[in-house]
């Protein structure tokens, strides 16, 4: 897509598409304001364009899909429990389970940068956070992955299909409020906040089921693509490689250039609340708008040279995370996996070539990535 919307950017940077009927927003300077003017540019039917046009019922909770101020509410219990802090002291663990997802590999010579490491490794880590058993976290993530799928999307009910449903944790969270533990569940369940009626109280099951699967879902594909493309792009770029192989202090802002150049989740969705402008057009009220957040981090006017790859650039914010008061949650621990993840591999391997015959694309509606990346290493 990133000629089409280098196109937008330069010739139609509000865009209109007549067979779908919404807009979009492709340059920085646009989708960064509109991603903060939260007023305008509405989350509460959905930030995901088909969730939009679908017009469902959000449940409490899925704290993407709401506004103020049930919004900030949600967000600030959940941020009480998540904090950076307890995602930097995971470092350990998530070395752990890249260690354990790339040791197997290591005389084999057969390696797929998603198979073996983008689908494991985040996923055993939210698992771990979360206090999911190793054993349920395969099909947990499995249903979830179904479950985002975009080719039958529009035949199903979202809720039935469990995208915004958590039913599948039901079981677990019962156990887990029987046998309390130091985890972040644990914490979920016995935390008190105000409501928005002012009571103060505990989260009811169905709330945390609808966290649970929140954190499961926003977390775990995205960071899947992330690492799919660390592959895919310094094997494209073997100068760069090399020079991260011999100074591994490069990597975290390399891991911040693969998040700039290619947003596992390019595309944000909103509803406009009001009549707006731009560019001598009107956007009436009831539209839904889409800020292309990959395609402004690639827009020259913000970033010099915005389609060169360049793991030593100095990076002016990009929006890959998003921006404003639905900022991921999750960053902090996805640049650590992401970093992990590199260092772990650049550590047994400086060389690889994709095989591209084999390799696949990931087809959701929400993120964009690959699906399998079968990699020659050594
Ligand atoms: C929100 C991207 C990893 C949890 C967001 C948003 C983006 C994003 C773009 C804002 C969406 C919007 O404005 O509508 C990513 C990417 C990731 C990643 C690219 C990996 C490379 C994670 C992880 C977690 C997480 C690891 C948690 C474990 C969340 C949550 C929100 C969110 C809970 C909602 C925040 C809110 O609405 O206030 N993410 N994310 N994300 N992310 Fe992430």
New binding site residues.
Partial sequence: PYPVWRRMRDEKPLYYNERYDFFALSRYEDVSPA?TDWQTYR?GKG?VLEIIKANIEIPPGV??F?DPPR?DIH?SL?ARV?TPKKMMALEPKVREFTTRCLDPLVEGGEFDFVRHLGAQM?MRT?GF?LGIPESDQEAIRDRLDESMKLEDSKDRDIYEDGLLDGSIFADYIDWRTKHPSDDLMTELLTAEFQDETGTVRRLTHEEILTYVM??AG??NE??T??IGWTGKLLAEHPDQRRQLAADRSLIPNAIEEI?RYE???PI?ARYVARDVELYGQMVPEGSVMTLL?ASANRDDRHFASGETFDIRRKIDRHL???Y????????A??RL??RVALDEVLKRWTDWEIDWANAKMAHTSTTRGWERLPTRVS
């Fill in positions: 991603l989350s930030s704290i993407l709401e919004h967000r959940l998540f985040p939210i956070l929140l954190l926003a977390g995205t960071t693509r992330l998040l947003a596992p989740s944000q957040n890959t995370f998003g404003g008061i639905h900022f991921c949650l999750g960053a621990l996805a996996e992401g």
